[in-house]
């Protein structure tokens, strides 16, 4: 008789597979690395001379770079031609899912963990202020990008244009997400801490973002790889 693995287990060993793969070529971090700082660049030589919120430059890098480097989550499977037999593997598509989100989560943090520091020094160490409520909001925003990101990845998967097919679906759904944890990230640079009622509210609305869509595309990844 087979036995199925539990979906915790699953989920861990497709993570472990893609971070072992992104270990030995790590082709997305380097991506979005890269094209975080570029964005970075960018608004540090438009705000020359002018003030500007480095929270906002902050999670445009973060996004965009999410965008850049979480794509991949299911294309490399379908590319390789190794997505119908992961979808025909023990696992269910839910455990996949959450295997991918949280390869994708690890990258997103470390690329968040880069983006904060070439933020501090691009722009000052205003960011870092009350460094506790920016942590949070990166690790809180980081569980929506990646939880998107490999939704839409499967999403577009068996799409001949997923590559242009991804950002156009993932920067519209992840807008709202954006201007929370801009906005609450904007405050603590300026020295709010989690007492503040307007930087806890964007917070929390983080968190609900998290919390809707994370069930949500679980729940609809099943449809989404057969699409």
């Not at 270990?23 to 690395?33: F, N």
């Not at 500007?52 to 902050?58: I, N």
């Not at 983080?206 to 869509?213: E, I, M, P, Q, T």
Request: aromatic fraction near 6%; include cysteine.
């Amino acid at each position: 008789m087979e036995v199925r693995p539990t979906a915790p287990n699953a989920a861990l060993e497709v993570a472990r597979k893609d971070l072992l793969a992104e270990a030995r070529a790590p082709d997305g971090l380097s991506l979005a690395v890269l094209v975080g700082a570029l964005v970075l660049l960018l608004f540090r030589v438009a705000a020359e001379g002018t003030p500007l919120p480095v929270g906002t430059a902050l999670w445009v890098a973060l996004l965009f770079s999410a965008t850049a480097g979480l794509s991949r989550t299911f294309h490399a499977e379908a590319e390789r031609g190794t997505l119908d037999l992961l979808l025909a593997s023990p696992a269910s598509p839910a455990a996949l899912f959450a295997g991918k989100m949280l390869s994708g989560l690890v990258v997103t943090l470390a690329c968040g963990l880069v983006m904060v520091a070439m933020a501090a020094a691009f722009f000052g160490g205003g960011v870092l202020r009350e460094p506790l409520p920016v942590v949070a909001f990166v690790v809180l925003g980081g569980v929506g990008l990646a939880a998107q990101a490999s939704f839409l990845s499967a999403l577009s998967a068996r799409s001949p244009t997923r590559a242009a097919l991804f950002p156009v679906l993932m920067i519209p759904l992840c807008t709202p997400l954006l201007a929370w944890a801009a906005r609450g990230t904007v405050a603590a640079s300026l020295g709010a801490g989690f007492g503040d009622p307007a930087l806890a509210f964007d917070l929390l609305a983080v968190a609900l973002y998290d919390a809707a869509f994370v069930p949500l595309n679980a729940i609809l990844v099943p449809l989404a790889l057969r699409a």
